[in-house]
């Protein structure tokens, strides 16, 4: 027999877990389940870093404390980054920005993404379901999960967190489309020579941008190089001494010599946004909704917008006496999330795109324009506010 629920939600990663807090603390009647095929664990103080870390902007900060998770994400190792330095290999181009100049703490925090989701995951208690889903079925009216503990699901709203290739999109037959940047993003962590001083670093290179991102340990890093898919194979089938070499020169030596610790992975660069985020009684957010190139590091940033504004407009419509998951509430929201995540995807397309150029011309215009923006105060801290607390927060989470 099946199980009715008020909210299912498909993927209990950092987003969809943040989402279902943020509802179960809002309103704890409703009935509220998280599936996901594994649960993810806390590391051990000792273990290496993980390959997957995220840059997480003081307002998706704001959203995981809102979920009631401020204390245990405080005891997560991380590294407060103070200040960015972006470089143009070809030429003498720079922007450098700083937490001091917007009179904040820190420009962001390097977190393990397994730590924040192992600690959201805890946080759920019993709402969270581990188990597979098997099939994802459209009735007369809502929607039936089928999962491989024999459970079946019929939710009154069915919220797909489950990423990139998402089955709760696909079932709901909404289509993306799709930029393939033919790049591989190559991850790994480093033993510096040099401390990183708290400082997010990236170099623009021909073939992609390649990122430094300050760990806890002062002398590691997690990398994020972005690289032609065969360059991207070649440099994981390397050596690892041909490998740590390669890396930093690409790197000028900046903060001198590297040292692999642990392996090394790759993934595909693809982009994807989804044609709708809503239809009745099912919801996309995070990467079901949107995928985007790393180069700023906003995409896990931007599920946490969609988390809390879904959130907001699911209780606001239960204060008003309409039912959970009402298509006010969802188009609302998608209305909110769809734009701003499309300049986002859109704007970052554009920037791989400039960066790409190599005609004598566009470098100077890059060059030119880096220094410009550099040198204009105004302008860094505007756009440094915008990317630290973007538009359309709730106003509890600024």
């Given at each position: 027999?099946?199980?009715?629920?008020?909210?299912?939600?498909?993927?209990?990663?950092?987003?969809?877990?943040?989402?279902?807090?943020?509802?179960?603390?809002?309103?704890?009647?409703?009935?509220?389940?998280?599936?996901?095929?594994?649960?993810?664990?806390?590391?051990?103080?000792?273990?290496?870093?993980?390959?997957?870390?995220?840059?997480?902007?003081?307002?998706?900060?704001?959203?995981?404390?809102?979920?009631?998770?401020?204390?245990?994400?405080?005891?997560?190792?991380?590294?407060?980054?103070?200040?960015?330095?972006?470089?143009?290999?070809?030429?003498?181009?720079?922007?450098?920005?700083?937490?001091?100049?917007?009179?904040?703490?820190?420009?962001?925090?390097?977190?393990?993404?397994?730590?924040?989701?192992?600690?959201?995951?805890?946080?759920?208690?019993?709402?969270?379901?581990?188990?597979?889903?098997?099939?994802?079925?459209?009735?007369?009216?809502?929607?039936?999960?089928?999962?491989?503990?024999?459970s079946v699901i019929e939710p009154a709203l069915l919220v797909g967190a489950d990423g990139a290739l998402?089955?709760?999109?696909?079932?709901?037959?909404?289509?993306?489309?799709?930029?393939?940047?033919?790049?591989?993003?190559?991850?790994?962590?480093?033993?510096?020579?040099?401390?990183?001083?708290?400082?997010?670093?990236?170099?623009?290179?021909?073939?992609?941008?390649?990122?430094?991102?300050?760990?806890?340990?002062?002398?590691?890093?997690?990398?994020?190089?972005?690289?032609?898919?065969?360059?991207?194979?070649?440099?994981?089938?390397?050596?690892?001494?041909?490998?740590?070499?390669?890396?930093?020169?690409?790197?000028?030596?900046?903060?001198?010599?590297?040292?692999?610790?642990?392996?090394?992975?790759?993934?595909?660069?693809?982009?994807?946004?989804?044609?709708?985020?809503?239809?009745?009684?099912?919801?996309?957010?995070?990467?079901?909704?949107?995928?985007?190139?790393?180069?700023?590091?906003?995409?896990?940033?931007?599920?946490?917008?969609?988390?809390?504004?879904?959130?907001?407009?699911?209780?606001?419509?239960?204060?008003?006496?309409?039912?959970?998951?009402?298509?006010?509430?969802?188009?609302?929201?998608?209305?909110?999330?769809?734009?701003?995540?499309?300049?986002?995807?859109?704007?970052?397309?554009?920037?791989?795109?400039?960066?790409?150029?190599?005609?004598?011309?566009?470098?100077?215009?890059?060059?030119?324009?880096?220094?410009?923006?550099?040198?204009?105060?105004?302008?860094?801290?505007?756009?440094?506010?915008?990317?630290?607390?973007?538009?359309?927060?709730?106003?509890?989470?600024?």
């Open positions: 027999m099946s199980k009715r629920v008020d909210v299912l939600v498909v993927g209990g990663g950092m987003v969809g877990s943040a989402f279902a807090l943020l509802l179960k603390l809002g309103s704890p009647a409703l009935n509220v389940v998280v599936v996901d095929a594994e649960r993810s664990e806390t590391p051990a103080p000792e273990a290496n870093f993980g390959l997957r870390v995220s840059a997480l902007n003081q307002s998706s900060e704001a959203v995981i404390a809102q979920a009631g998770c401020a204390q245990g994400y405080a005891q997560l190792r991380q590294c407060r980054f103070q200040h960015m330095q972006v470089w143009d290999a070809d030429g003498t181009g720079q922007v450098r920005f700083s937490a001091a100049d917007i009179q904040t703490t820190h420009l962001g925090t390097l977190v393990e993404n397994t730590a924040v989701q192992a600690l959201l995951m805890q946080a759920l208690g019993d709402s969270l379901r581990v188990a597979r889903v098997l099939s994802i079925q459209r009735l007369q009216q809502g929607w039936q999960v089928a999962l491989d503990d024999g998402s089955r709760v999109r696909e079932a709901a037959g909404i289509s993306t489309s799709v930029q393939d940047y033919g790049q591989h993003g190559l991850v790994c962590t480093v033993r510096t020579e040099k401390p990183h001083d708290a400082t997010a670093w990236q170099r623009f290179l021909p073939q992609g941008p390649l990122a430094f991102l300050p760990l806890a340990d002062a002398h590691q890093c997690s990398i994020v190089w972005t690289l032609p898919t065969t360059q991207a194979e070649a440099m994981l089938a390397a050596s690892p001494s041909d490998f740590e070499q390669a890396l930093a020169k690409a790197f000028e030596n900046t903060l001198g010599a590297v040292e692999l610790v642990g392996p090394r992975a790759a993934f595909p660069l693809i982009a994807r946004h989804a044609e709708r985020y809503c239809e009745p009684g099912l919801v996309l957010i995070g990467d079901a909704a949107h995928s985007i190139h790393p180069l700023a590091g906003q995409g896990v940033n931007l599920g946490f917008l969609d988390a809390a504004s879904l959130a907001q407009e699911l209780l606001a419509a239960l204060q008003a006496g309409l039912p959970i998951g009402h298509t006010r509430a969802l188009r609302k929201y998608s209305r909110q999330r769809r734009g701003h995540n499309a300049l986002l995807l859109n704007s970052m397309t554009g920037f791989e795109w400039l960066f790409a150029q190599q005609s004598p011309a566009w470098r100077i215009l890059r060059n030119l324009g880096m220094r410009h923006f550099d040198n204009n105060h105004l302008l860094k801290q505007a756009v440094m506010s915008v990317a630290m607390k973007p538009a359309g927060v709730h106003t509890s989470l600024q």
